[in-house]
């Protein structure tokens, strides 16, 4: 804290807060202000003439797939590369840490946001998320993870409490951040608008500083969401340590200080912890802006995130030799990204319209005819429905893109349905009627349900939204000059009701119980066989592959622990080269299941020609098989027989092995209030109740039912029921018990 005694109390509360909505505050001589952007999936600079959040107009720059379509390539090396791209953006252009990327769960389909996020699952979301961070960190620029923790809605976003039990919160909406945090040292970490089982997240001091800091070793810095803070004090003694924009409060720190309710040694740390992140960023300006790199990276990008959900007929890839009726406004004016501070400024814009007239004039395609077929207002025109339904009926195929209008996904506001507009529905089916083939390509930044109206189409492409370069992309993959290799990151479910969400989505009175528990999406359709239109993790391609020679063996790394390595073979045994997504999952088999059936626990894109094979090999650790023991606040790994699946979705898993293990042995501390079946069933506390029971007289005259009443019965409750028995008698037994137990730690035959 070397210069921190420089500067007077007014000063260091001023660092607490920023001096702009894009900047923190400097201090002459010690500070310098930061530049923060939005940038989850390109940057949003604004221009120094831009409205006051730069939701109007910002800087030009490549505007990459956002995280939907991100996470759908299931390529955490591509990943790196976009981030690395975005990293020199934002260098080049004198931006110090990028807000993104996004991470919460994708736990209803109908959260309004769900485009800036990966997925329903923690595993995939780590994965790519550790992959953007580790791709913009490289290029100087810091990255910031947001938003921490448990924003999965839009709805009453500002006050809504989440009610997320101890266990769900560390399995599923904490996991990715730990990991994230642990593996890549993120800048930033952003602290979410909502309330946390009833503290706002911004002034929760188990959240920013216990478990952030303390647990998981966070040494960057805590900023708020724009406009999240609510009490400046509690904020900052909280962890936070950067309030944006600024409100105009840094006297209410001062204050507290005076007073005594906030000691200062508290603003000596927050500026300690500024200088740190200066040091490790360096923005560079003279970098030149490699746009047209970029454009081409986004369209590889695009390219792998576009999910191939049906191709009934071999439909797809388009043949050459037919003609080609392209149908729907988003062909000529797509819709590439969702609404709010993510919006990017792209540098261009593809449309499929215009690469398939390419494509044309290349000789992949023989003829291709235009039609609106809609307006992207939802207006009504039957105009626009007739020309389309004539284009239909000239072509040999027809292709058409459906999807959400712009209105529908943005930051602020949830969605009500997950069905496509009605005018939509109404303009497939009549053009089914006149069209011999019918390929549909989805422009949707949430999952949108098929079940009711695929029947009418020969493939279906589900192609989300893409960044600026998703319509060259959809050509690309469409005749073939690239094969789809994305996967599914969510399930999409037959109906909406089905989901696991749906009694508990949006909440009521500011409040939302997150009711299903770690059942979040797959984890609830399989572990309940409920069916599906399409499971996580699914995806098809142009080829065809198989899965052989499982073999599961234990890990030889020193240091590691309980691990193990899953080895399997990939073979394609299709005539097109293509990319498999080969996924892990775990379970355990339960008859009253209090865990999910199966998890995702690791996955590899491999790459193969025409019969090639490769052989993979994916880690497996006792963290995987472990649950979150809110009892004793700790992972726990159990002993027992752990399933191994894998396969190319969490449906589709023809290889299946298994795991044994002793568990971590660990043994916890008996108290009164346990159980007498918890006594029964501890390692060193049973054999002791086993003799205890055996002592009493006429026991095998009790009936059955009573015995069994007996295992619920806490141990001290034993003096209600005309026993023999004291409490300092059951005082002395637990600490006969503990010691015990003490001594068996000490020889490490347990750990507890």
């Known amino acids: 804290m070397s210069n921190a005694p420089h500067l007077d109390l007014a000063a260091k509360a001023s660092v607490t807060s920023g001096s702009d909505t894009w900047h923190s505050t400097g201090v002459e001589g010690v500070l310098r202000p930061l530049h923060l952007s939005d940038g989850p999936h390109g940057l949003r600079q604004q221009p120094e003439d831009g409205d006051h959040l730069g939701l109007g107009s910002s800087v030009p720059a490549t505007c990459f797939p956002p995280a939907v379509g991100l996470g759908s390539t299931w390529n955490p090396d591509l990943v790196r590369r976009v981030g690395q791209a975005l990293g020199a953006e934002a260098?080049?252009?004198?931006?110090?840490?990028?807000?993104?990327?996004?991470?919460?769960?994708?736990?209803?389909?109908?959260?309004?946001?769900?485009?800036?996020?990966?997925?329903?699952?923690?595993?995939?979301?780590?994965?790519?998320?550790?992959?953007?961070?580790?791709?913009?960190?490289?290029?100087?620029?810091?990255?910031?993870?947001?938003?921490?923790?448990?924003?999965?809605?839009?709805?009453?976003?500002?006050?809504?409490?989440?009610?997320?039990?101890?266990?769900?919160l560390h399995e599923i909406y904490l996991a990715a951040f730990e990991e994230v945090v642990r593996s890549t040292g993120p800048a930033m970490v952003m602290s979410s608008y909502n309330r946390l089982n009833g503290v706002y997240t911004s002034q929760d001091p188990w959240l920013l500083t216990d478990l952030l800091r303390g647990e998981w070793g966070f040494e960057g810095v805590v900023v708020s969401d724009w406009g999240a803070v609510v009490d400046r004090v509690a904020a900052v003694r909280a962890g936070l340590d950067l309030e944006m924009p600024p409100s105009g409060t840094d006297q209410d720190i001062v204050a507290a200080v005076e007073r005594g309710e906030l000691d200062e040694s508290v603003l000596d740390t927050v500026v300690e912890r500024l200088k740190r992140l200066q040091e490790r960023v360096r923005s560079d300006t003279s970098r030149p802006l490699e746009h047209e790199a970029n454009d081409a990276l986004a369209r590889e990008a695009a390219r792998e995130a576009l999910v191939l959900l049906k191709n009934d007929g071999g439909a797809l890839p388009l043949a050459t030799d037919r003609s080609l009726a392209v149908v729907g406004e988003f062909a000529r004016t797509p819709r590439y990204q969702g609404g709010g501070s993510s919006r990017v400024m792209p540098t261009k814009v593809h449309s499929a319209l215009e690469e398939f007239g390419a494509a044309v004039e290349a000789g992949s395609l023989k003829s291709v005819r235009f039609a609106a077929g809609f307006t992207l207002d939802g207006a009504d025109d039957p105009t626009l429905v007739e020309d389309a339904v004539?284009?239909?009926?000239?072509?040999?195929?027809?292709?058409?893109?459906?999807?959400?209008?712009?209105?529908?996904?943005?930051?602020?506001?949830?969605?009500?349905?997950?069905?496509?507009?009605?005018?939509?529905?109404?303009?497939?089916?009549?053009?089914?009627?006149?069209?011999?083939?019918?390929?549909?390509?989805?422009?949707?930044?949430?999952?949108?349900?098929?079940?009711?109206?695929?029947?009418?189409?020969?493939?279906?492409?589900?192609?989300?939204l893409l960044g600026q370069a998703g319509g060259a992309a959809v050509v690309d993959v469409l005749t073939g000059a690239a094969s789809p290799s994305g996967r599914l990151t969510e399930t999409i479910p037959v109906r909406l009701r089905d989901h696991a969400t749906?009694?508990?989505?949006?909440?009521?009175?500011?409040?939302?119980?997150?009711?299903?528990?770690?059942?979040?999406?797959y984890r609830h359709f399989d572990t309940l066989d409920v069916p599906v239109a399409y499971p996580f993790g699914h995806g098809l391609t142009y080829t065809s592959f198989t899965y052989s020679d499982l073999e599961v063996s234990p890990s030889t790394a020193p240091g590691e622990g309980k691990a193990w390595t899953v080895a399997f073979t990939v073979t394609n045994t299709g005539e097109r080269a293509g990319q498999e997504v080969a996924q892990l999952y775990t379970g355990v088999e339960q008859d009253y299941p209090t865990r999910p059936r199966r998890e995702l626990r690791g996955f590899a894109k491999v790459a193969l020609e025409p019969g090639e094979s490769a052989r993979v090999e994916l880690p497996l650790t006792g963290r995987d098989l472990s649950v979150w023991d809110s009892r004793d606040q700790r992972w726990s790994l159990a002993a027992g027989t752990y399933t191994v699946s894998v396969g190319a979705s969490s449906r589709d898993l023809p290889l299946r092995g298994e795991v044994t293990t002793e568990g971590d042995r660990y043994v916890r501390k008996l108290t009164k209030r346990c159980t007498i079946g918890e006594w029964r069933a501890h390692e060193i506390g049973g054999p002791v109740m086993a003799e205890l029971i055996a002592s009493v007289p006429d026991l095998d005259d009790v009936p059955g039912e009573l015995l069994e009443m007996a295992r619920s019965l806490p141990l001290i409750n034993l003096r209600s029921f005309g026993l023999d028995v004291t409490e300092e008698m059951l005082d002395l037994l637990v600490e006969d018990i503990e010691a015990r137990r003490q001594a068996a730690v000490e020889r490490g035959d347990i750990t507890g």
């Not at 040999?396 to 969605?415: C, H, I, K, W």
């Open 91 to 168: 260098a080049s252009l004198g931006v110090d840490v990028v807000l993104g990327p996004g991470m919460n769960i994708k736990r209803s389909p109908l959260c309004g946001r769900n485009f800036e996020y990966v997925s329903e699952d923690p595993h995939v979301t780590a994965r790519i998320a550790a992959s953007l961070v580790e791709g913009i960190q490289s290029e100087g620029v810091g990255a910031c993870v947001k938003h921490f923790a448990a924003n999965n809605q839009e709805t009453d976003r500002h006050r809504v409490s989440a009610e997320v039990d101890d266990r769900t």
């Open 390 to 464: 004539a284009a239909a009926s000239e072509a040999d195929t027809t292709v058409l893109f459906l999807g959400l209008p712009d209105a529908a996904e943005s930051e602020g506001y949830d969605r009500t349905t997950i069905d496509l507009p009605a005018p939509q529905l109404e303009l497939l089916a009549k053009v089914r009627e006149v069209s011999c083939q019918v390929v549909v390509v989805l422009s949707n930044g949430g999952v949108v349900s098929v079940a009711e109206w695929q029947d009418q189409a020969d493939a279906v492409v589900e192609g989300w």
């Open 502 to 521: 749906y009694l508990n989505f949006p909440g009521e009175n500011s409040v939302v119980r997150h009711g299903e528990g770690v059942f979040v999406g």
